[in-house]
């Protein structure tokens, strides 16, 4: 097999990003998916086969603190995790880039500023199609241009909300949202606004995904090649362990070694650091550039809560998720600490409960879960994760992953959870909108539910602290980067997503410019 100049291993919001920005330099480009396309079939769209049989779900076996087995809830396609993602592409808010005190300990402070990714942002937006309205969320930092596109419209039930929300004198703003629609022309809109976007994969490709406005155009290249079904085994260095010389991919039942001047590991946070802990040599005895000991560790998972409200009058909203609220977000004058990110989240059905809560609705009469669909106003929220070094990934003798977690920041999750049921209350709903005894149905997500995974690899500018520098590139080796989730030394309250995408468009450019190959960024299209 021929040699590359780059070695991309891992095709999500990291890896598929950073691909897109490479392919036009005319370098030659490997990129390595060890699933296969998400196949366009009936069931993209069926409640049934993706939230009860799990059908896009990976056969991993990963295992807790206690060496109990569990199946993670991770996505092994082109496109890796936002093939099943909610396009929900916030950025942090500047302050997540400084230290943060919250009610647990300190979120530490970024080796890189807002103002340092914010031009990166604003062309991750451009390439991934997100709508938004800039101005109506306070917490948001300056931005260096508009939305690329209009803010998604709020159907009646949730344009009520907001404005009952902004009456009571919180400020509510049109989430950003990361779709092909256009609202002004239906008729030649891809994204038809269905109700099977979050959590589903979209069967028309008008999700905002890596796969579609990553990997796909990437590939109209010829100098990028996509190996599918292609899983990385382990990177082998030269002697002196200063740079990797190949990386051992299982494929078909067979082993072989591909190589490449540069190596970018986009596995996702847990996978990642498995396959860094996974090339242990002899100059490397704990894991590939892990003289630091930091490999693995800080895992965090945001510490989320889906909270369904039920209404008396019925919510027919098709797609619901158009609305945020950062009240909360930060300390208030009430409020030592900050407490969270408040989200609505995709409309629910009973197909879904059963595939959540499968004991408690076993009994439950298909009527009554149909009922409770059709009142349901549902909202996610997150809390901060605080970075941890007991909270990490190690390997198991056999090789696979073994997760020690342990939550942080309970009691301002909490605390969140009883902000939304006063807001909710004083805005009338409790008399009018919700059944009798505040029916609030609470799903917990368990540490499987990893979606919002990252540190492991923190990057930073003192190697003894950090994995990777500034520019995601491994302290101990020459040509190693990383280039996901991992990287991240804290993970604020919002989805991390469009955080992971503008990195990898920021490391893209470091890379052209050491390949000797800069070329000028793609142009956004507006609407």
């Not at 005319?26 to 769209?45: A, V, Y």
């Not at 550039?289 to 008396?312: E, I, K, P, T, W």
């Amino acid at each position: 097999m021929s040699s590359y100049d780059v070695i991309v291993i891992g095709s999500g919001a990291g890896g598929g990003t950073l691909v897109r920005q490479l392919a036009a330099s005319g370098k030659r480009i490997l990129l390595l998916e060890r699933g296969d396309w998400l196949p366009r079939e009936p069931q993209n769209w069926q409640s049934h086969d993706v939230f009860v049989d799990n059908r896009y779900v990976s056969e991993d076996t990963w295992y807790d603190e206690h060496d109990r087995p569990f199946q993670p809830q991770v996505h092994y396609f082109v496109g890796g995790a936002t093939k099943l993602y909610g396009a929900a592409l916030y950025r942090l808010r500047a302050e997540d880039f400084g230290e943060l005190r919250h009610h647990d300990g300190i979120s530490p402070a970024w080796p890189i500023s807002y103002d340092e990714l914010e031009p990166y942002y604003t062309r991750a937006e451009d390439l991934y199609h997100v709508h938004g309205a800039r101005g109506e969320d306070p917490t948001e930092g300056p931005a260096s241009a508009p939305y690329p596109y209009p803010a998604v419209s709020h159907e009646p039930r949730i344009q009520q909300l907001s404005d009952d929300l902004e009456a009571a004198g919180h400020v509510p703003f049109h989430a950003p949202c990361g779709v092909m629609l256009d609202e002004r022309n239906m008729p030649y809109s891809p994204c038809v606004r269905c109700s099977t976007c979050d959590g589903f994969p979209c069967l028309v490709h008008a999700k905002s995904d890596a796969e579609v406005l990553g990997v796909r155009p990437a590939l109209e290249y010829d100098n990028v090649t996509l190996l599918t079904g292609a899983r990385a085994l382990r990177l082998e260095t030269d002697a002196p362990g200063t740079t990797v010389t190949g990386v051992v991919v299982e494929r078909d039942g067979r082993r072989e070694t591909v190589t490449g001047d540069i190596v970018v590991v986009a596995c996702g946070a847990a996978n990642s650091a498995k396959l860094l802990l996974a090339s242990a040599s002899d100059r490397h005895p704990n894991g590939l550039a892990n003289g630091s000991d930091q490999v693995g560790r800080n895992y965090m998972f945001h510490n989320s809560q889906a909270v369904l409200a039920l209404s008396v009058e019925p919510n027919p909203t098709v797609f619901q998720k158009t609305l945020g609220v950062n009240t909360y977000y930060f300390a208030t004058k009430d409020i030592d600490f900050p407490l969270g990110n408040i989200q609505m989240v995709g409309k629910s059905s009973a197909e879904m409960y059963r595939g959540e809560k499968p004991l408690q609705t076993k009994l439950a009469p298909e009527w009554t879960l149909n009922h409770v669909a059709d009142h349901a106003v549902d909202f996610w929220l997150s809390t901060e994760d605080l970075p941890r070094p007991d909270n990490r990934v190690t390997l198991r003798d056999d090789g696979s992953v073994a997760l020690r977690y342990a939550p942080s920041n309970d009691v301002p999750k909490q605390r969140l959870l009883h902000e939304l049921k006063s807001m909710l209350k004083h805005l009338g709903m409790h008399h009018d909108h919700l059944l009798p005894r505040h029916a609030y149905l609470k799903n917990e997500i368990p540490v499987a539910g990893c979606a919002h995974q990252a540190g492991t690899c923190r990057f930073g500018a003192d190697p003894a602290t950090s994995v990777l520098n500034t520019d995601c590139r491994a302290h101990e080796v020459d040509n190693l980067y990383v280039v996901d989730t991992s990287c991240f030394p804290s993970i604020g309250a919002v989805n991390p997503a469009l955080t992971a995408m503008a990195n990898a468009v920021r490391v893209g450019d470091h890379l052209l410019e050491r390949l000797g190959a800069s070329v000028p960024a793609p142009e956004g299209v507006h609407v």
